[in-house]
């Protein structure tokens, strides 16, 4: 992603990046969720690990979005067609600077880790979006045993004990520091594993793939009518 323009005002700032043309995370899901059902889970799997990539980065940079869902991505092209991410992360209106807040503080809030708290707040935001990839919908949650669980039965085709866990981890964070909090970089590869140990994922990727390409251009020519 790239910013050729950026416009700073008094109260804010504005950033200028390319228009892409297949609009957000959400539209893809809307577009794909009553194809080919084989496709759901393996461009889950996949685009939850781009996500993660993504807010690995911006954590390491001491930024939290506070905002990510699915109507804040936009698709930069077709998933796994090419090496750079397939998604782009809009919408910082909501970003917290945490070096910046740490200069504003007080050094004993500083010293106590105050301000360190709040990585946590992206965490429902990934398991949110993985949902919507899942069920084709904003994530529903409910309380089992003093945890926070999803609500929708995983397809026994899935990758069930795997999604139990991630949704576990994302949901119900140890504490708020960042060391508390599962890492986002394990968890990204241990979702791209699952292309090298399984061929029906794999091929689930490329049908997926195929599906989505076809699926935008049946929009475009029906735009262009």
């Not at 700073?8 to 194809?35: E, P, S």
Request: charged share 25%; with cysteine.
């Amino acid at each position: 992603m790239s910013t050729p323009r950026c416009f700073t005002y008094r109260d804010g700032n504005i950033l200028v990046t390319q228009h892409q043309r297949m609009g957000t995370l959400l539209d893809l899901v809307n577009l794909t969720k009553n194809a080919d059902k084989q496709i759901i889970e393996p461009i889950a799997i996949y685009l939850t690990a781009e996500l993660l990539g993504l807010l690995e980065i911006l954590h390491s940079m001491k930024i939290v979005h506070a905002d990510i869902k699915p109507d804040n991505f936009l698709i930069r092209h077709t998933p796994s067609t090419r090496v750079e991410s397939s998604l782009q992360l809009i919408d910082f209106g909501k970003a917290i600077d945490l070096v910046l807040e740490s200069d504003q503080t007080s050094e004993t809030e500083t010293s106590s880790g105050g301000r360190q708290g709040k990585y946590h707040l992206d965490y429902f935001g990934i398991a949110g979006s993985a949902y919507c990839l899942l069920f084709g919908k904003y994530i529903e949650v409910s309380t089992a045993k003093n945890r926070w669980v999803v609500k929708g039965q995983f397809k026994r085709w899935w990758q069930v004990k795997m999604w139990t866990q991630f949704f576990d981890d994302m949901l119900n964070p140890k504490g708020e520091e960042k060391e508390c909090l599962p890492s986002l970089l394990k968890w990204r590869q241990r979702l791209l594993n699952l292309f090298t140990e399984s061929d029906e994922l794999r091929i689930g990727l490329t049908r997926a793939r195929e599906t989505i390409e076809m699926k935008y251009l049946e929009k475009w020519r029906r735009c262009a009518l």
